[in-house]
């Protein structure tokens, strides 16, 4: 059997079994010709199969196309050994490159303050401001997820509480601490929604609700605001996201000296492993403290 008949054969399999897309095809047969150009698939051993791992690394190939190629491979010889071309193999033992871990996006104090005095005076209206610097003021001082964010039921926040109640990812509930300036935006909003709804003779139980109808303030509709803020604030819309505001909380108290479970617990986190990202992220910002204001970093 020649590669060519491996490798469409193979195809064929993923079409017919698993109703693989076009894309998903041309990608499998890239990866595949690639291979059979250096390596006989026919005959390859564990050993080819990493030799062409680390020739790829050697390319400059990124860790997660070395890992696509080697997942290509392995179901390559599964296929081959199931229809008998192969009594073994030879990519199984072969651990693939690590994932590397991306640092989430984050910003500084001073551009905080710079998107939350923007977002107030974004809007034609009164009210539309009072929401919008509502809207901000209450995410960097929770971080909530912006679902859990635009969901917030009006009961949540009524009686000016300085701590609410917020139902997460699979229904668990936490209790997060309001900050003073997010109190205030709540004092103003509150009154001004309330007035907004009984002028278009309307209702909501949602603390952002929508222009018309029982619904809240839609995620896409705050991702949207979100950018226009950015914009006007003279920062970069690509780089800024609703979620880009709940790392910026969590960094700038771990920055401050809040502890990793305390932050866990108010990010609505599982796994304290997910928390421990923001180490990471703080390690980057004191390395690049270091490299820009120490006396001898220019130093060759």
């Known amino acids: 059997m020649n590669t060519t008949y491996w490798i469409s054969t193979f195809l064929d399999a993923l079409l017919a079994e698993r109703g693989a897309s076009e894309n998903t095809l041309k990608s499998y047969h890239r990866d595949l010709c690639d291979f059979a150009s250096v390596v006989?698939?026919?005959?390859?051993?564990?050993?080819?199969?990493?030799?062409?791992?680390?020739?790829?690394?050697?390319?400059?190939?990124?860790s997660a196309t070395r890992a696509r190629r080697l997942s290509s491979i392995r179901q390559l010889y599964?296929?081959?050994?199931?229809?008998?071309?192969?009594?073994?193999?030879?990519?199984?033992?072969?651990?693939?490159?690590?994932?590397?871990?991306?640092?989430?996006?984050?910003?500084?104090?001073?551009?905080?303050?710079?998107?939350?005095?923007?977002?107030?005076?974004?809007?034609?209206?009164?009210?539309i401001r009072a929401r919008n610097d509502c809207l901000f003021q209450l995410l960097y001082?929770?971080?909530?997820?912006?679902?859990?964010?635009?969901?917030?039921?009006l009961a949540a926040v009524l009686g000016d509480p300085k701590m609410i109640l917020v139902r997460g990812k699979g229904d668990v509930e936490r209790m997060v601490p309001l900050s003073p300036p997010a109190r205030e935006a709540l004092v103003i909003w509150l009154p001004l929604r309330a007035a907004a709804l009984k002028k278009k003779e309307q209702t909501a139980r949602y603390l952002?609700?929508?222009?018309?109808?029982d619904a809240?303030?839609?995620?896409?509709?705050?991702?949207?605001?979100?950018k226009k803020v950015a914009l006007n604030a003279g920062l970069d819309p690509a780089e800024i996201s609703p979620h880009t505001l709940r790392h910026a909380f969590a960094t700038h108290l771990l920055a401050n000296g809040a502890d990793l479970r305390a932050i866990q617990m108010l990010l609505g986190h599982a796994d304290i492993a997910t928390t421990e990202i923001y180490t990471h992220v703080l390690d980057e910002r004191l390395k690049a403290l270091v490299l820009e204001k120490h006396p001898l970093a220019d130093t060759p």
């Open 40 to 62: 006989d698939i026919g005959d390859a051993q564990t050993e080819d199969i990493r030799k062409y791992l680390i020739g790829l690394e050697a390319q400059g190939l990124a």
């Open 78 to 127: 599964g296929f081959a050994f199931q229809e008998g071309w192969r009594k073994d193999n030879p990519a199984t033992r072969i651990k693939g490159p690590k994932k590397q871990k991306s640092l989430p996006k984050t910003l500084s104090e001073s551009d905080v303050k710079t998107l939350l005095e923007t977002a107030r005076k974004i809007g034609k209206t009164e009210d």
């Open 141 to 153: 001082a929770t971080g909530l997820r912006v679902t859990e964010l635009v969901s917030l039921p």
């Open 208 to 213: 952002f609700p929508q222009n018309s109808g």
């Open 216 to 226: 809240h303030f839609s995620r896409v509709q705050f991702f949207t605001l979100v």
